[in-house]
C-alpha cells in the first residue's frame, strides 16, 4: 500500500473541500448584501441577480455534500478531521438557508421597487446590519475553529431578535393606517423574519464551529426543560 500517495490525496480532497465552504459562503454572504442593497436603493436588477445567483450556491451544497461522503467512504477520517468534514457539509446547508432567505428579501425587494418610495424600507437597516455581523462572526469561528466567538454568538442573537420584534411591532401599527402601502408593509415584515432568520442560521454555524475546535456539543445547552 502506498501510504504517503493516500495521505497526499486525503490532504488535497480535504483543502478542496474547505475551499468549496469558504466560497460557499462568499457567495452566500454576498446575496445577502445585494439583496438589501437592492431593497434600500429600489434596485430590480439587483434583486434579479440574487435570484439568478442563487443557483451557484445551490450547485456548491451538492458539491460538499458529496465531497463529504466520498470522504468518509473512502478515508474513513477520525477525530478533527471527522469533525471538520462533518460540520462543512453542515455549514453548507445552513448557507444555502441563507443565501435562500436572500433570495426571499430580493423577491419581496422587486415588488416593493415596483410600488412608490416606501420609507419604512430604512428600518431593516439596523437589523441586517446585526446580522451580517453575527454571519460575519460566525465564518471567522469555523474558519479558525474560534470556540469563544462561536459560542459568544447565540447571545449577541437576542439582540438580533429584541430588535425584529420591535420592528414588526411598528410595522403592524402602520398596517392600520397604511393608506394602500399594507401590502408592502407586508413585504417589509417577511424581509424582517428572513432577516431574523439568517441570525438564526449563523448561531448555528458558531456552534459547528464550537464542535469543530472543541468536540463539544452545544446546541442545548442553557435551555430550560419543561415543567412536569
Keep these: 500500500m502506498n501510504t504517503p500517495h493516500i495521505f497526499r490525496d486525503f490532504d488535497k480532497v480535504m483543502e478542496a473541500l474547505k475551499a468549496?465552504?469558504?466560497?460557499?459562503a462568499s457567495l452566500a454572504r454576498q446575496n445577502l448584501e445585494r439583496a438589501m442593497r437592492s431593497l434600500l436603493e429600489r434596485d430590480i436588477d439587483l434583486a434579479r441577480t440574487v435570484i439568478a445567483d442563487d443557483s451557484d450556491v445551490d450547485d456548491l451544497e451538492r458539491k460538499i455534500d458529496?465531497?463529504?461522503?466520498e470522504i468518509l467512504v473512502r478515508?474513513?477520517?477520525?477525530?478533527?478531521?471527522?469533525?471538520?468534514?462533518?460540520?462543512?457539509?453542515?455549514?453548507?446547508?445552513?448557507?444555502?438557508?441563507?443565501?435562500?432567505?436572500?433570495?426571499?428579501?430580493?423577491?419581496?425587494s422587486k415588488k416593493i421597487c415596483?410600488?412608490?418610495?416606501?420609507?419604512?424600507?430604512?428600518?431593516?437597516?439596523?437589523l441586517y446590519s446585526l446580522a451580517d455581523k453575527l454571519l460575519r462572526d460566525a465564518l471567522m469561528a469555523?474558519?479558525?475553529?474560534n470556540t469563544v466567538l462561536g459560542e459568544?454568538?447565540?447571545?449577541?442573537?437576542?439582540?438580533?431578535?429584541r430588535l425584529h420584534k420591535q420592528m414588526i411591532s411598528s410595522l403592524s401599527g402602520r398596517l392600520e393606517d397604511s393608506n394602500g402601502r399594507s401590502e408592502?408593509?407586508?413585504?417589509?415584515?417577511?424581509?424582517?423574519?428572513?432577516?431574523?432568520?439568517?441570525?438564526?442560521?449563523?448561531?448555528?454555524?458558531?456552534?459547528d464551529a464550537v464542535f469543530l475546535g472543541e468536540a463539544r456539543d452545544i446546541r442545548h445547552e442553557h435551555r430550560k426543560l419543561p415543567e412536569q
Design 20 to 24: 468549496d465552504v469558504l466560497l460557499m
Design 66 to 69: 458529496q465531497t463529504g461522503m
Design 75 to 108: 478515508f474513513h477520517p477520525v477525530a478533527s478531521d471527522l469533525r471538520l468534514v462533518i460540520t462543512s457539509m453542515k455549514m453548507a446547508h445552513n448557507l444555502e438557508r441563507i443565501s435562500d432567505h436572500a433570495v426571499n428579501i430580493a423577491k419581496r
Design 114 to 126: 415596483k410600488a412608490n418610495p416606501l420609507e419604512e424600507a430604512s428600518l431593516t437597516e439596523p
Design 142 to 145: 469555523y474558519t479558525d475553529a
Design 152 to 161: 459568544g454568538l447565540k447571545l449577541r442573537d437576542k439582540e438580533l431578535d
Design 184 to 207: 408592502n408593509l407586508l413585504h417589509l415584515i417577511f424581509v424582517a423574519r428572513s432577516i431574523e432568520r439568517i441570525g438564526d442560521l449563523a448561531v448555528n454555524i458558531g456552534e
